[in-house]
C-alpha cells in the first residue's frame, strides 16, 4: 500500500534499469544484494524498474517477483529491449502476464 503524502516527508521513487538479471549468474546475486541494500537504507515509496532488468526463463521472473514482494514496497516495471528478444527467453506477453 502507498505511504500517505505529507509536508513533512515528500513522496520518494526509487528507479533502476539495466540489471540484466537472468537466473544463471554471479552478477545476479551481486545486483539482487545491492538493490536490497538501496531499498533498506533508501526507504522509498514506490520502485520503479524502467527496462532491461529480468530476462530469461518465467522461473527467474516468478523467482525476482516474489524477491520483490519481500521488500513490502509497491513496484512497477516497464520492459526494455531486451525482455523478450531472446527467442529462449520468456516472451514479453508472457513476461507481462507474470
Known sequence: ?????TPDRPFKILGFT???????????CWAL????????????DLI???G???AG????IRTFSEFMTELHVPWCPVLGN??????LDTSREETVSI
Do not use: Y
Open 1 to 5: 500500500m502507498l505511504r500517505r503524502i
Open 18 to 28: 539495466d540489471m540484466h538479471i537472468s537466473g544463471s549468474s554471479e552478477s545476479d
Open 33 to 44: 544484494r545491492l538493490l536490497r541494500e538501496t531499498v533498506e537504507s533508501e526507504e522509498p
Open 48 to 50: 520503479l524498474f524502467v
Open 52 to 54: 532491461d532488468n529480468v
Open 57 to 60: 526463463t518465467a522461473r527467474c
Open 82 to 87: 531486451h525482455e523478450g528478444e531472446n527467442p
